[in-house]
């Protein structure tokens, strides 16, 4: 049950750094929205649902960490449409909305390291 977790939250890591990598290729680059960053977040959100289950652990959830990187995922997702929907209307994303994408992602992964 251990071992499967650990690669559960291995999977997760691997949705950030889908979403990350590919918003810093992007940042040294034309600043667009990808379908990469699309799928980060996809395989973070489902990996990340799964963790939140209880999975029999010695020590308990913190909920509230949880809750609010779920918002804060659901806040990417937003930003990742309407940067999309921006660049296929005017060619461009818009400088805040992309910003804000890597801020988001690098905030959820402070959340999970920084507070336990
Ligand atoms: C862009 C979105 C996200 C990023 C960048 C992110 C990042 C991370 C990272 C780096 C870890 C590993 C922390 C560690 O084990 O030290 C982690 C663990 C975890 N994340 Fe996320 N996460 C995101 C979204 C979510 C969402 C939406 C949920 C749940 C709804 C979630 C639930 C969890 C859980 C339950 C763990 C394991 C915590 C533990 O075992 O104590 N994450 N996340």
Same mark, same amino acid.
């Given at each position: 049950m251990e071992i499967l977790r650990s690669i559960v939250v @291995?999977? &997760?890591l691997v949705g950030f750094a889908t979403i990350f990598g590919a918003w810093i290729v992007e940042?040294?680059?034309?600043?667009?929205?990808?379908?990469l960053m699309h799928w980060g977040l996809a395989i973070a959100l489902v990996a990340g649902l799964a963790l939140s289950a209880p999975w029999? @652990?010695? &020590?308990?959830?913190?909920?509230?960490?949880i809750g609010i990187k779920l918002v804060v995922l659901i806040l990417i997702g937003g930003l990742l449409g309407a940067g999309a929907a921006r660049e296929r209307k005017s060619g461009a994303v818009?400088?805040?909305?992309?910003?804000a994408i890597g801020g988001l992602t690098l905030l959820n992964a402070g959340l999970a390291v920084i507070w336990r």
């Open positions: @291995l999977i &997760h940042a040294v680059g034309k600043r667009r929205v990808t379908r029999g @652990l010695a &020590h308990d959830l913190n909920y509230m960490k818009p400088a805040g909305i992309f910003w």
